[in-house]
C-alpha cells in the first residue's frame, strides 16, 4: 500500500473516553504533521514531526497528545475532549519539514465527533 | 490573525467555461504558493505551485497567477470539467517563517455540466 493511510476512517467519542488516531505513511518521507479542519475554516496546524522528533506544537490543548514512534508512524491520543474538537483531521507527510516543492501527501482523514 | 485568505466558499461554473478562483495573502514574506484540491471523505491532494519570483505557472488546464503587489493570487481552470468539482485550497509558505505552510478556508467549486 503507498501513501498515507489513516485510521479510523470516522470516530464518534464520549468526552470522558481515551481514543487515538492512527497514521502511517509509506513514501520514505521524514516529515510527518497533523492538521485540524473545522467547517469553513482553514486547515489549522496542529504537530509537526521531523526525524521522530516534535519540532512544533501550535497551541494544542493537552486533551490532545501526538506520539511519533518512528518516520513512518504518528498517532493523535485523545481524551477528555470537547464537543468543539469535533472535526477533521488530517495527518500529512512530506520529504522533509516544510520545505518540500511539492507540499505534503495528506490522508483521508479521521471525521471525529464527540458527543 | 489570518493570513491567507479565501474570501468566495462557492463558485458555481457551466462546464466548457473558465474557473477563477482566487486568494489574498498578508504576509509578505510568504515566497511559495500552493493549490490544493479536495474531493469530499479524501485528504487534500497538490495541484499546482508557485514560486514568488514568478508571476504565472501553466500545467495543462490549470494556470496559476501571483500579484506580489496586490497580495493576490488565482487559479484558472480552463475548459472546466464536472470532475473539477471540489474544494480548492489555496496555501503559502515562507522560509522565515519556519516554512509554515498556512491554508485559506478553501473555496467549493461546482462545475455543472
Known amino acids: 500500500e503507498t501513501g498515507v493511510t489513516q485510521t479510523p476512517r470516522h470516530l464518534v467519542m464520549g468526552m470522558t473516553n481515551k481514543k487515538s488516531l492512527k497514521c502511517e505513511q509509506h513514501l520514505g518521507h521524514n516529515a510527518m504533521y497533523w492538521y485540524k479542519q473545522s467547517a469553513k475554516k482553514p486547515l489549522e496546524l496542529m504537530f509537526v514531526?521531523?526525524?521522530?522528533?516534535?519540532?512544533e506544537n501550535n497551541s494544542v490543548p493537552s486533551r490532545f497528545s501526538p506520539e511519533c514512534p518512528n518516520s513512518s508512524h504518528l498517532f493523535l491520543h485523545l481524551h477528555t475532549l470537547q464537543p468543539e474538537d469535533s472535526a477533521l483531521y488530517l495527518c500529512a507527510s512530506s520529504q522533509r519539514a516544510f520545505r518540500d516543492a511539492f507540499g505534503y501527501t495528506f490522508g483521508s482523514g479521521t471525521r471525529l465527533t464527540v458527543v | 490573525d489570518q493570513q491567507v485568505k479565501q474570501n468566495s466558499p462557492s463558485l458555481s461554473v457551466q462546464e466548457g467555461r473558465i474557473s477563477i478562483l482566487n486568494c489574498d495573502y498578508t504576509n509578505s514574506m510568504f515566497d511559495y504558493f500552493l493549490w490544493y484540491k479536495k474531493y469530499p471523505a479524501e485528504g487534500p491532494t497538490f495541484l499546482i505551485s508557485i514560486s514568488s519570483i514568478k508571476d504565472k505557472n501553466e500545467d495543462g488546464r490549470f494556470t496559476v497567477f501571483l500579484n506580489k503587489s496586490a497580495k493576490h493570487l488565482s487559479l484558472h481552470i480552463v475548459p472546466s470539467q464536472p470532475g473539477d468539482s471540489a474544494v480548492y485550497f489555496c496555501?503559502?509558505?515562507?522560509?522565515?517563517?519556519?516554512?509554515?505552510?498556512?491554508f485559506g478556508e478553501g473555496t467549493q467549486l461546482t462545475v455543472n455540466p
Open positions: 496555501a503559502a509558505i515562507s522560509e522565515t517563517s519556519g516554512s509554515r505552510l498556512t
Open positions: 514531526y521531523n526525524f521522530k522528533e516534535q519540532t
